[in-house]
């Protein structure tokens, strides 16, 4: 199984992004798909999931109002939108999945994704 990450950068506070992670080598409808980051000297946190039927979304209360993450079966992709960024959101962003039973639980996604940058300056 692979999953490729892309789309992070560097912007501004208040500023945009959306995070695309690409996966392959198994059904991706399978799989509950999840965010993580994890920020430097810090551990890996949850930021979002998804169901594998894309009908139930989780997020973590820092993130919550800011950020959506769907996913597209068809294309066996998963977003992360990121709106109004702050300094804080400043991580390596990591995409994730699994066949999970809690969404938020790091330990029970089976895969990883290599991580893309996310840099916001204030």
């Known amino acids: 199984v692979q999953l490729q990450a892309s789309g992070g950068g560097s912007v501004q506070a208040g500023g945009s992004l959306t995070l695309s992670c690409a996966f392959s080598?198994?059904?991706?409808?399978?799989?509950?798909m999840g965010w993580f980051r994890r920020a430097p000297g810090e551990e890996r946190e949850f930021v979002a999931a998804?169901?594998?039927?894309?009908?139930?979304?989780y997020y973590a209360d820092s993130v919550k109002g800011r950020v959506t993450i769907s996913r597209d079966n068809a294309k066996n992709t998963v977003y992360l939108q990121m709106n109004s960024l702050k300094p804080e959101d400043t991580a390596v962003y990591y995409c994730?999945?699994?066949?999970?039973?809690?969404?938020?639980?790091?330990?029970?996604?089976?895969?990883w994704g290599q991580g893309t940058q996310v840099t916001v300056s204030s």
């Open positions: 994730a999945g699994g066949s999970v039973r809690s969404l938020p639980r790091r330990r029970e996604y089976d895969y």
């Open positions: 080598g198994r059904t991706f409808s399978n799989y509950a």
């Open positions: 998804v169901w594998w039927f894309g009908g139930s979304t």
